[in-house]
């Protein structure tokens, strides 16, 4: 079965998307248990975006000017520091086909919830602001959703009720200002350290909903 799938977007995807992509990899990695010999830990050592993890994370930007770039030295600083990994990453354009394939899109701003919703219309009710999924997600009825466990079946299931909870709770309301996230591109470390905890305010949380 396929796991689950989050898409996160920004322009260039070499700076908000990317760390996205790869905090939320490593906080569902943190929910999981040790135990050598263990399905858990097969997953744990598993590289990100790997087949087999439990949370597929994937990244794109709306624009292909940095499409084959590494991540911005800024961003992976903030990643490794957080005990993600920075490896492997190569910027990309978003394209039709991986809105087609998440269940979650999280996009970085308003302009580009609106450019993932216009590519794909029927995207609308999975495809978020990342800062709004996150504001969102205190108000799910945890005890209405699929039962945990760390499999990739069921956190499928309970991923998937989990974005359908949190747009039915949006009710098609538009997403607050506050909940875009500044484009960090040229600027200094703090902006980055600033914008990647604004960004685990949402993927740590999401992680510990998916993983309890």
Same mark, same amino acid.
């Given at each position: 079965?396929?796991?689950l799938?989050?898409l996160m977007? /920004?322009?260039?995807?070499? /700076?908000?998307?990317?760390m996205?992509?790869?905090? @939320?990899?490593?906080? +569902?990695r943190?929910?999981?248990?040790e =135990?050598?010999?263990?399905?858990?830990r %097969?997953v744990?050592?598993?590289l990100?975006?790997?087949?087999?993890?439990?949370v597929r /994370?994937?990244s794109?930007?709306t &624009?292909?000017?940095?499409?084959?770039?590494?991540?911005?030295?800024? %961003?992976a600083?903030q990643?490794? $520091?957080?005990?993600?990994?920075?490896? =492997? !990453?190569v910027?990309r354009? @978003?394209r039709g086909?991986?809105?087609?394939?998440? &269940?979650? +899109?999280?996009?970085?701003?308003? &302009? #580009?919830?609106?450019?993932v919703?216009?590519?794909?219309?029927a995207?609308a *009710?999975r495809? !978020?602001?990342?800062g709004? !999924?996150?504001?969102?997600?205190?108000? +799910?009825?945890?005890?209405?959703?699929?039962?945990?466990a760390?499999?990739?079946?069921s956190?499928?299931a309970?991923?998937?009720a989990?974005?359908?909870a949190?747009?039915r709770?949006?009710a098609?309301?538009?997403s607050?200002? *506050?909940?875009? @996230?500044?484009?960090?591109? =040229?600027?200094?470390? #703090? $902006?980055? #350290?600033?914008?990647? &905890?604004e960004?685990?305010?949402? $993927?740590v949380? !999401?992680a %510990?909903l998916?993983?309890?």
């Amino acid at each position: 079965m396929t796991p689950l799938t989050v898409l996160m977007v /920004c322009v260039g995807n070499i /700076c908000r998307s990317p760390m996205a992509e790869r905090l @939320l990899d490593r906080a +569902v990695r943190d929910r999981l248990p040790e =135990g050598p010999g263990t399905l858990v830990r %097969a997953v744990r050592d598993r590289l990100p975006g790997e087949p087999g993890t439990l949370v597929r /994370c994937v990244s794109a930007g709306t &624009d292909g000017w940095h499409e084959g770039d590494e991540m911005n030295p800024p %961003a992976a600083r903030q990643v490794r $520091t957080r005990g993600g990994s920075a490896d =492997g !990453f190569v910027a990309r354009r @978003l394209r039709g086909a991986d809105v087609d394939a998440a &269940d979650l +899109v999280l996009a970085a701003t308003a &302009d #580009q919830h609106d450019y993932v919703v216009s590519l794909r219309p029927a995207a609308a *009710s999975r495809t !978020f602001v990342l800062g709004e !999924f996150g504001r969102l997600l205190g108000a +799910v009825d945890v005890a209405a959703l699929p039962a945990a466990a760390p499999e990739p079946e069921s956190v499928r299931a309970r991923g998937v009720a989990l974005v359908a909870a949190v747009d039915r709770i949006r009710a098609g309301h538009p997403s607050l200002a *506050s909940d875009d @996230l500044d484009d960090p591109w =040229g600027r200094g470390d #703090q $902006t980055f #350290q600033r914008v990647a &905890d604004e960004i685990e305010g949402t $993927t740590v949380p !999401f992680a %510990a909903l998916l993983v309890p």
